[in-house]
């Protein structure tokens, strides 16, 4: 069995009983451990470059396969969760716009109280009022809790 030295990269040729071992290099005299033989597999290993280190990584394609079906499972993993999150964001802001038109509804039911009641001189400040008493809270307290939802 021929292996090569991590020192000086020399080609030793090692008898088959010695593997396992440790013995030095003839040429540089470094210590090297001698590899045991692998079983041969029953398919040829691929090789293929990985991009980020460009080396060849030498893998049975079975591996492969088993590891793409993990990655499809975490894609679909993945994906279900972002519906998820999709469906929430949906709900909040159907939650917001629910406070956004209640808002709406009772600022034009007091304005139209307001015609009613008030003479023409105090309309003016009387919508300011409403609007400031009891729209404004409305729509803060809509945006606060789509906001506490979203967290």
């Known amino acids: 069995m021929n292996i090569q030295c991590p020192h000086c990269n020399q080609t030793i040729e090692a008898p088959p009983e010695m593997a396992g071992k440790t013995a030095s290099c003839p040429a540089c005299q470094g210590v090297l451990q001698i590899p045991i033989p692998q079983a041969v597999p029953s398919q040829p290993p691929v090789a293929a470059v990985l ?32 519906a998820a999150q999709q469906q929430a964001s949906e709900k909040i802001k159907k939650i917001g716009r629910f406070f956004d038109v209640t808002a709406m509804v009772i600022f034009l039911l007091a304005c139209c109280i307001i015609f009613v009641v008030c003479d023409a001189d105090d309309l003016l400040p009387a919508i300011i009022a409403t609007l400031v008493a009891i729209v404004a809270p409305i729509v803060i307290i809509g945006r606060i809790v789509t906001f506490l939802m979203k967290k």
Not at 55 to 62: E, M
Not at 68 to 79: H, M
């Open 51 to 82: 991009p980020e280190t460009n080396v060849l990584d030498y893998r049975i394609p079975f591996v492969d396969e088993l590891q793409n079906a993990k990655k499809d499972e975490a894609i679909i993993e993945s994906r279900k969760q972002f």
